[in-house]
């Protein structure tokens, strides 16, 4: 039987903590941070009122934090939508309609983007940021 993912990822950092799992520039992580951070960010989704097979968009630019989203994601038994940032807000708008997201993990910087999706009268529920999956953010719209 194939192994998910997520698991084996899980079974890597158990087995070879130290190793570099993700490189982007200048920017490392080892197996077992990156193992961290996504159960952390997944704990975070899960207390966020994500269930299995809810979708969660993943609004990020090429970083190392951007595994760690797409792991934490699948640890928490979402389905990953991809949210461009060089995408308008009225297409972000109709692709949070469409795919039914409540839930969006970005980075910091990408928050202002998203909190103009509430002119538009569409904002997620709920906003996390990866770099710190522990600032889960309620969205007032």
């Known amino acids: 039987m194939a192994q998910l993912i997520h698991a084996w990822l899980s079974q890597h950092a158990a087995a070879t903590p130290s190793r570099e799992a993700v490189a982007y ?3 490392t992580l080892t197996y077992a941070e990156l193992d961290a951070r996504a159960n952390q960010l997944a704990h975070t989704l899960v207390d966020s009122g994500v269930t299995g097979g809810d979708r969660v968009g993943i609004f990020r630019d090429k970083s ?3 595994p760690v989203a797409l792991d934490g994601m699948l640890k928490a038994g ?5 949210l461009d940032p060089a995408s308008g807000a009225e297409r972000l708008s109709g692709l949070l309609t469409a795919a039914g997201i409540r839930v969006v993990v970005s980075a910091r ?3 202002r983007t998203l909190a103009t999706l509430a002119t538009l009268g569409n904002a997620p529920d ?3 940021g990866v770099d710190n999956p ?8």
């Open 109 to 111: 910087g990408k928050r």
């Open 64 to 66: 190392i934090h951007r």
């Open 126 to 128: 709920v906003l996390i």
């Open 25 to 27: 520039l200048d920017d």
């Open 134 to 141: 522990a600032l889960a953010e309620r969205c007032v719209t």
């Open 78 to 82: 979402a389905a990953y939508v991809p």
